[in-house]
């Protein structure tokens, strides 16, 4: 169940990016290691630090939390959301690795289906981007088969 808190004016805005890296009919999600959220799956980013791109943002934060290079892909919008003490503006990619990873910061990795995703504790505002990462990975399908 979706629970989502009412935005309250005076509430905190927390601007953040994530990739939805994918690779083979899968996707790359991973499990927070702390503080409120500790144990729930996400997908890889962070915060939009002042005067940084999005793009920027994102490439760096991958760079720091998995100590990989990435290729953005598509932009899959803007996703908000209303977590009891902040206010999340999320900027959505697709994308892939174009180099190895390691954890650095996670608690954990995994390749899923996207089928698969009900099987696993998602933060509340990454559940709601499924269906527009079904509809992202259709499309990139459908492009691969044309060439």
């Avoid at 934060?61 to 206010?87: Q, T």
């Avoid at 990619?93 to 089928?115: H, N, Q, R």
Wanted: aromatic fraction near 14%.
């Amino acid at each position: 169940m979706i629970v989502n808190f009412p935005y309250s004016g005076d509430m905190k805005i927390v601007k953040v990016v994530a990739a939805v890296l994918h690779q083979n009919n899968k996707i790359f999600i991973t499990q927070r290691g702390y503080g409120e959220w500790k144990n729930y799956w996400e997908f890889p980013g962070g915060k939009v630090e002042e005067g940084e791109s999005e793009e920027e943002a994102l490439k760096r934060e991958i760079k720091e939390e998995l100590g990989a290079e990435i290729v953005l892909e598509k932009d899959l919008g803007y996703l908000e959301y209303d977590y009891p003490s902040f206010h999340l503006q999320m900027r959505c990619y697709l994308a892939t690795f174009s180099s190895d990873y390691v954890l650095k910061e996670a608690e954990d990795a995994k390749w899923i289906f996207l089928s698969e995703y009900l099987s696993y504790l998602f933060l509340p505002a990454d559940i709601s981007l499924f269906p527009k990462i079904e509809e992202a990975l259709k499309e990139t399908a459908s492009r691969s088969r044309q060439r």
